[in-house]
């Protein structure tokens, strides 16, 4: 029942993306949805048929990209799309959260990093020590997605608060069973399941619940590969977990989707209630950091051009909801102008709306006028 | 004795009339049969084991091995993957996926191998969804796992591989469905075999049981039965020797020993049959031994007590002869002085009729009759004599018979008259008799003695004398029957009447006086002429004598003098005439 509810939920959201003010075009999200997201050939008739292989012929040397599992399916189209069209560069994609992949970022191993959340000022001042830096490219809007196991009957939909209650650090060894959250619900162990804590996916998540980045009971499964997690919360019919909604939509026939209640009732992920912001507080604006420096490399430039192009058209395919294309506008002038830093405070902001996130993007991006490029949005 | 069945034909009571040959040929049979159905069944239960024994050869074991290879196939598979994840370089990413190209090509051969062994639709079934998850598995492999693992080297996770997982538990599960399916089939093939090898166990032994039980009970229930059978004739075999001939063995049933058990009841029969024979020719002969020597006694007796006889007949003729002798003199003597008184009577008679004295000639008279009585008494005693004397000859002639009763007949008329009686003289055959060639005076005076006798013992009556000539076995002969209506003789004394000096009774002597010889003189007369005299009487209504005489008497040639014989009582019945036959 919860999972023909969630399957009819995301075919609205398939109509949604066609005829939503987001879609200018309904051809690339239809094709992208009907066709095997694998074949990174046909990433659709708009973004084929604007695509000119020429520029990528001659690229040579590599483009690395680490970082947010979150965003990694998408890196994955782009990096497979990109190999095609250039044979003779080659694309490694790795995933170690968005924590780690700023780590490695910072630390200039890499020249991409993946994040479901903006770089924290800890991050952001490694990177200055070390010389790197991170031009930030907003991606997508993610519903973070609150799952349990498919034959979970009874919980489809949770409020903040007892999320809160659930990952509470004081939670720990205390609530473990499925009826101390509800009395109506079975007495059955819970058991908690979720990204590690170089996830920025975890950070968002307890900050976004709990208030405080990083503040979470102990006692769960945690891994920065969403596949694992999916898989085991498929595997146990008591279990609770999140991530981001794109792996929700790969395991849908085998967990259920938790609707969450921000206090305007039960609300689930779907294209409209994240693009109108009422998937409230867990949608949250994804991104990508490209080292400035790299962008010297035809090979990189050239990637992370392809990748901007054809986020709007691969997001959806990942059950994300695209930006505006006045938003990629905007990030491709960051790019170009090489624009350093977060538009954002550093770290999860919770409660970020597309708008509000177009305003910020508008207002960092204006004063490219600004001197030196490294007026960041502080 | 008659339950018994001699020819051996089975009886309706089942076994028992069975013989023993036919028994054990039963048995045997029934062995031989249990035996062919436990080889048949043996057969066809190692055929069956032999047949699952053979699929596991050919089909369960390699399909096994074959399943072993697949497995070790997708783990070398995903070995090479784990690999290519770890291996950074492209000429490594190039060698590993030539492997797995390899082991994509050895799985399609051990694919192919394995679709041989597939029996059932749930094999199939299984197999397909093997095969199919291994495509699914191969195609993401290469699809989505190699582009991601050539392009991944600095990732702290590795999704791309993570990402394989649902699918290679599918594969997994499948094969492990697979390898199961296989284990099952081995085990229903064991349990198959076990299941008929107990099968075969339990038959064998019920067969086998039963073989040696129906084996005892025929063998140990035929010895049983054919020794006491045989004891039994044993027994009766010695009881016979020792001479019980009454001893029976009556076996039933039809065997052979039931034959032989009647056969040798029906010998000890035939044995008890002939031993009674014997004893009766044993009796038989001892009496017949026993009448041997009282005959012999007998014999000796009868010869002792015949030459008493002789002896004292031989004493009685001489004593008889010399009174003959004695009678036949006196009589001649007394004759001689009575001729003379009767002549004197005579004599004076006709001179006292000569002169009329009247009184004087009825005395003269009487004097006479009783003188003429007396001779006739001498003459009959005299004839008497002569005839008991064997000196009485016979005159043979031939004469009238006709004219002979007329003659006789007038004679006696005188005296019929004289007692008012009626005399009758009938001849038949009209009258012409013929002749008579015989003693005619003797023969007259047959008849005068029968007719005077009559015409004595009847008054006032009827007397009768018929003559009839016939002719029989006997040869010519003449019946002269005198019959009288007068006082008759009672049948007692019939026998007596014809005995010397014996009138009927004493006291018919007395009134009617006679010698009592007549009719004893008569008999003799008529014996002596070859015929005799036959007596029928009733008291009160008359007699009749009947005289019976050859119309030639026979010897003629040589008339001899009959054998003088005692005249004694003679068994005869008033009807049975009495001859003498010479």
Redesign the interface.
């Known amino acids: 029942m919860k999972r023909r509810n969630s399957v009819w939920l995301l075919a609205c959201l398939g109509a949604l993306a066609c005829t939503g003010p987001a879609a200018e075009s309904s051809d690339p999200v239809a094709a992208g949805d009907a066709v095997a997201p694998?074949t990174?050939e046909a990433p659709g008739p708009a973004a084929g048929s604007s695509l000119d292989p020429s520029p990528y012929a001659d690229l040579e040397g590599s483009v690395?990209v680490?970082g947010s599992?979150t965003v990694?399916p998408i890196t994955?189209k782009v990096?497979?799309l990109f190999?095609s069209l250039a044979p003779t560069a080659?694309?490694?994609?790795?995933?170690?959260?968005t924590g780690?992949g700023f780590e490695?970022f910072c630390q200039g191993?890499?020249d991409i990093t993946g994040a479901s959340r903006p770089i924290k000022t800890a991050e952001a001042e490694r990177c200055e020590a070390t010389g790197i830096r991170p031009v930030e490219l907003p991606l997508a809007f993610d519903g973070l997605s609150v799952v349990v196991h498919g034959d979970n009957g009874w919980c489809s939909c949770l409020t903040v608060d007892e999320l809160a209650r659930i990952w509470h650090p004081d939670a720990e060894d205390r609530l473990l069973r499925w009826r101390q959250l509800r009395p109506e619900w079975p007495d059955e162990p819970i058991r908690l399941y979720g990204p590690g804590r170089?996830s920025g996916t975890f950070d968002y998540f307890t900050r976004a619940i709990l208030g405080t980045e990083g503040e979470s009971r102990n006692d769960f499964v945690g891994?920065?590969?969403?596949?694992?997690l999916a898989?085991d919360i498929s595997k146990d019919p008591g279990a609770l977990g999140f991530f981001g909604h794109a792996y929700y939509h790969e395991h849908r026939d085998r967990l259920n989707l938790v609707a969450i209640d921000g206090g305007a009732g039960c609300v689930v992920p779907d294209v409209e209630a994240i693009g109108a912001g009422r998937y409230r507080p867990l949608s949250r604006p994804v991104f990508l950091y490209v080292a400035a420096a790299a962008l010297d490399r035809p090979a990189v430039s050239r990637f992370v051009d392809l990748y901007l192009s054809q986020a709007r058209y691969l997001a959806p395919e990942m059950r994300y909801v695209p930006l505006p294309e006045g938003a990629y506008e905007l990030a491709r002038q960051r790019l170009t102008r090489r624009l350093i830093g977060s538009v954002f405070d550093g770290g999860s902001q919770v409660g970020v709306s597309i708008e509000r996130l177009l305003e910020l993007e508008r207002r960092g991006t204006a004063p490219a006028s600004a001197p030196g490029g490294d007026g960041g949005a502080r | 004795m008659n339950s018994e069945t001699p020819n051996g034909v089975p009886g309706g009571d089942g076994l028992r009339g069975l013989s023993i040959r036919q028994k054990l040929l039963g048995a045997f049979g029934v062995d031989l049969t249990l035996m062919a159905l436990l080889g048949a069944f043996a057969l066809m239960q190692m055929g069956a084991m032999n047949e699952t024994a053979s699929r596991v050869g050919t089909q369960t074991i390699p399909s096994m091995r074959n399943i072993d290879q697949i497995r070790d196939l997708i783990w070398e598979y995903r070995s090479l993957q784990l690999a290519h994840l770890v291996q950074g370089n492209a000429a490594d990413h190039a060698r590993l996926e030539r492997s797995m190209a390899t082991v994509e090509a050895r799985m399609a051969d051990s694919f192919a191998r394995q679709r041989a062994y597939l029996g059932t639709d749930a094999d199939r079934e299984t197999f397909s969804d093997v095969h199919r998850a291994w495509v699914i598995y191969t195609d993401h492999n290469h699809s989505r796992f190699l582009p991601a693992s050539r392009s991944t080297n600095t990732g702290s996770v590795q999704p791309a591989s993570s990402r394989l997982n649902p699918l290679y538990e599918r594969l997994e599960g499948a094969v492990e469905r697979l390898t199961r399916m296989n284990e099952q089939q081995a085990q229903d093939a064991m349990a198959a075999v076990q299941a008929t090898y107990r099968t075969s166990r339990r038959f064998i032994f019920v067969d086998t049981l039963v073989s040696l039980v129906l084996s005892a009970v025929v063998g140990l229930g035929l010895a049983a039965t054919l020794s006491r059978r045989l004891g039994r004739l044993t027994s009766a075999t010695r009881a016979v020797a020792a001479g019980d001939l009454e001893r029976r063995v009556d076996l039933a049933g039809g065997d052979e020993v039931a034959l032989l058990a009647s056969d040798f009841d029906r010998m000890v029969e035939s044995l008890r049959d002939q031993h009674a024979t014997l004893q009766l020719r044993n009796e038989e002969l001892r009496q017949s031994l026993e009448q041997q020597q009282r005959l012999t006694r007998d014999l000796v007796l009868r010869k002792e007590s015949e030459e008493a006889a002789d002896r004292a007949r031989a004493r009685a003729e001489a004593s008889n002869s010399a009174k003959s002798l004695f009678l036949a003199t006196m009589s001649h003597e007394l004759r001689t002085p009575l001729n003379a008184i009767l002549g004197y009577a005579q004599l004076l008679k006709l001179e006292t009729d000569q002169r009329g004295e009247g009184r004087m000639g009825a005395d003269l008279g009487r004097i006479q009759a009783a003188g003429k009585h007396l001779r006739a008494l001498i003459d009959n005693l005299l004839d008497f004599s002569k005839i008991e004397q064997g000196k009485m000859e016979l005159e043979v002639l031939r004469v009238e018979v006709a004219a002979l009763a007329e003659e006789v007949v007038e004679i006696v008329r005188p005296l019929a008259i004289e007692r008012r009686n009626q005399l009758r003289l009938r001849l038949e055959g009209n009258a012409d008799l013929g002749t008579l060639h015989s003693d005619a005076g003797k023969v007259r005076q047959v008849l005068f003695n029968l007719l005077s006798n009559a015409v004595k013992f009847t008054e006032g009556g009827e007397i009768t004398l018929t003559v009839a000539r016939r002719t029989d076995a006997g040869g010519d002969r003449l019946t002269f029957r005198v019959a009288d209506t007068g006082i008759g003789i009672e049948s007692r004394h019939l026998e007596r009447i014809f005995e010397p000096f014996r009138q009927a009774d004493s006291s018919i002597h007395r009134r009617f006086g006679g010698t009592g010889l007549g009719l004893v003189v008569s008999r003799q007369l008529a014996e002596m002429l070859g015929g005799g005299i036959e007596v029928d009487s009733e008291p009160g209504v008359g007699s009749e004598f009947t005289v019976d005489l050859p119309a030639v008497i026979p010897g003629l040639e040589a008339p001899r003098p009959r054998s003088p014989h005692v005249p004694g009582p003679r068994p005869m019945s008033t009807r049975t005439m009495s001859h003498v036959r010479s």
Request: hydrophobic share 35%.
């Open positions: 694998v990174a690395v680490d599992s990694f994955e990096a497979a190999e080659s694309v490694s994609v790795g995933v170690s959260g780690g490695k191993q890499i170089d891994s920065e590969d969403d596949y694992l898989q």
